[in-house]
């Protein structure tokens, strides 16, 4: 992967997704269904947890799910970069109950689902959203 670009910002949320763990006392998660972004500009996906809760206390990962593959691979996790091979345009950011995927200069090779994964502790659950993004 190559990270050109041009830095710009471009977020369209429509369709907000929500999960919820079991407990009407856990967070819920919520993620736009889908994002389109121009060549070379920079997408960024959101993830929102439920009023009151901080996605910094909690393990949270960014994945990217390319169509015809059978499993997500991991771009970030918190706000450190994923594993190695994951080029440099991903960038992950959390600010209080919020998540950012940032993607500097998407190509139409970004064009994919991409996950927000939440792991809690107590009870031992994960909670994970999905947004499309289109890049044209």
């Not at 907000?16 to 407990?23: F, H, Q, R």
């Not at 993830?47 to 910094?56: D, E, F, P």
């Not at 998407?106 to 939440?118: K, R, V």
């Given at each position: 992967w190559e990270c050109p670009g041009v830095p710009a910002q471009l977020s369209c949320p429509i369709s907000?997704?929500?999960?919820?763990?079991?407990?009407?006392?856990q967070p819920v998660l919520t993620q736009p269904a889908s994002l389109s972004?121009?060549?070379?500009?920079?997408?960024?996906?959101s993830?929102?947890?439920?009023?009151?809760?901080?996605?910094?206390d909690f393990s949270l990962s960014w994945f990217q799910q390319k169509p015809g593959s059978q499993a997500p691979h991991r771009l970030t996790h918190s706000t450190s970069s994923g594993p190695s091979g994951v080029p440099g345009c991903f960038s992950g950011s959390i600010s209080g109950n919020k998540a950012v995927l940032t993607i500097m200069g998407?190509?139409?090779?970004?064009?994919?689902?991409?996950?927000?994964?939440?792991l809690l502790a107590h009870p031992l659950e994960s909670l994970t959203v999905e947004a499309r993004l289109v890049v044209s």
């Open positions: 907000p997704v929500s999960v919820s763990a079991g407990s009407l006392f972004a121009s060549p070379v500009t920079s997408a960024r996906l993830c929102t947890l439920s009023s009151g809760y901080n996605v910094g998407a190509q139409s090779e970004d064009e994919a689902n991409y996950h927000c994964g939440l």
